[in-house]
């Protein structure tokens, strides 16, 4: 098994190179690029510091993902916020391709007054439209929808997982946003369970407060669930595996998932 670990967030266009020779030195293997409030990495004539970063992640053997602006919802009532929200993914996947980004991570949307079912038909919808873009377009990079923590956003595993029948999308799996989901009864190893078909997971972990409508907020992570965590990964064999820190110092959280996975 190949597992890598890393950070969300890259930093700026002028500090991006650096901070993947940092993540190099620290012995990090991913990172994730944060598009949270816009695509800040943007296309000009010759692509120059997009180039510059792609060639860096090369070197160092670090797999970039993105994750799209937070400001999506493809459930929308408002059919201009949907072309709104897609274009923010499409967006996030012209750059990606350019960077060589494997992975764009977005959150599909809300429930709003539908149904669960017509929600999820609607969000099929979209996402099998984004699915013909890459294809014309012959992108190579997979949209991401990932679990999500809060109950009244759609998020939930099975979800997920329906959409990347339905679609041919591919998944995030936040551990963190499940087990806040789930008011803490659903196990790590319950959710590798349900994933264990894949050779390939994408996954996100921190530490999280949650309450009875799930999430409230990110935390760092506790050394006792990272040890849980690290050790339900350990077992796993033939995968390769991306584990992305979402902490609020996700470098120093990464640091730790990294030595506890490796004194296991």
Avoid at 10 to 25: I, M, P, Q, S
Avoid at 30 to 51: H, L, M, Q, S, W
Avoid at 76 to 103: P, T
Avoid at 104 to 118: A, D, L, R, W
């Amino acid at each position: 098994m190949a597992i890598r670990i890393g950070p969300s967030g890259l930093g700026g266009v002028d500090e991006a190179v650096k901070n993947l020779e940092r993540f190099h030195e620290l012995g990090f293997k991913a990172c994730e690029i944060e598009f949270t409030y816009g695509v800040y990495i943007k296309k000009d004539k010759d692509n120059k510091e997009i180039e510059e970063i792609r060639k860096a992640a090369e070197k160092y053997d670090i797999k970039l993902s993105i994750h799209a602006p937070y400001w999506i919802n493809l459930n929308s009532d408002d059919k201009k916020k949907v072309e709104q929200s897609k274009k923010r993914i499409l967006d996030s996947c012209e750059v990606g391709e350019l960077l060589g980004v494997k992975y764009v991570v977005f959150h599909p949307g809300y429930y709003g007054k539908q149904k669960g079912e017509e929600t999820y038909d609607n969000i099929k919808k979209e996402i099998s439209d984004m699915q013909n873009v890459l294809k014309k377009s012959k992108w190579k990079i997979r949209l991401a929808p990932e679990t999500t923590g809060k109950v009244n956003v759609f998020g939930k595993e099975e979800e997920i997982l329906a959409l990347v029948k339905d679609t041919g999308c591919f998944f995030t799996l936040d551990f963190s946003h499940l087990y806040a989901r789930t008011q803490g009864k659903m196990t790590y190893k319950e959710m590798l369970n349900k994933v264990k078909e894949f050779k390939t997971l994408h996954c996100h972990f921190s530490g999280i407060e949650f309450g009875e409508k799930g999430e409230k907020n990110h935390k760092m992570a506790d050394e006792k669930e990272i040890r849980k965590l690290m050790t339900e990964l350990k077992k796993i064999k033939g995968k390769e595996i991306s584990v992305i820190s979402e902490s609020p110092d996700p470098v120093f959280d990464s640091k730790r998932y990294l030595e506890i996975f490796k004194g296991i």
